[in-house]
């Protein structure tokens, strides 16, 4: 089976990806962690994609499609992959229906102000990179890392009034996206305005999509 995620920043999809990627034993696929491999490993694409990023431009289309879709016919991918922050463009979707079909794209839904607290909440160890929650997952001693000690720090990207441009972004970017798989009926919108406890609910409304394709 083969799954695309949508979503805002900071709905969780890294977290659901990871149990979904054991429940049904196929891999996650981040396009993020694909520029990073291939920036590290200075393959020909790798070297493109380092330009574009390092003068701040967005990478284009035919370079991010032809990574992932390298990436998709590696073996591992053969029984299905989940595939986190691709298409992010109506072309890149429309490729990816030609090379290699998507059977579902998982849309994760949360309203603004919740998906502001998670992210705007966080805490990151200046020292060890530990992450906390102010609200969720607090320290022992406000502003300090309970394994080493470290001063806890905001992320500057994380800061509320960055995680609001964050999402208009993102929505901007994506509707036409959402849209055009909407229209070919692959959207599944999942209610993901869940506390972490309650995470099971989420892969619920998951399960009883994939199971329908398992
Ligand atoms: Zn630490």
Known sequence: MNIVLLGPPGVGKGTYAGVL???YQIPTISVGDLF???IKKQTELGKKIKGYVSSGELVPDTVVIELVKSRLEEPDCKNGYILDGYPRTVPQAE???KFNKIDIALNFVAPDNVIMERISGRRTCSKCGAIYHVKNMPPTIDGICDRCTGRLVQRSDEKPEVVQN???VYREKTKPVIEYLRKI????DI???YPIEEMDKIIAQCD???QKLA
Not at 185 to 188: R, S, T
């Open 21 to 23: 990627s054991k429940k």
């Open 36 to 38: 990073r491999t291939a």
């Open 95 to 97: 490729a990816m229906m």
């Open 166 to 168: 964050r999402l208009v």
């Open 185 to 188: 009926g692959l959207v599944a």
């Open 191 to 193: 209610d993901a305005d």
């Open 208 to 210: 009883k999509y994939l």
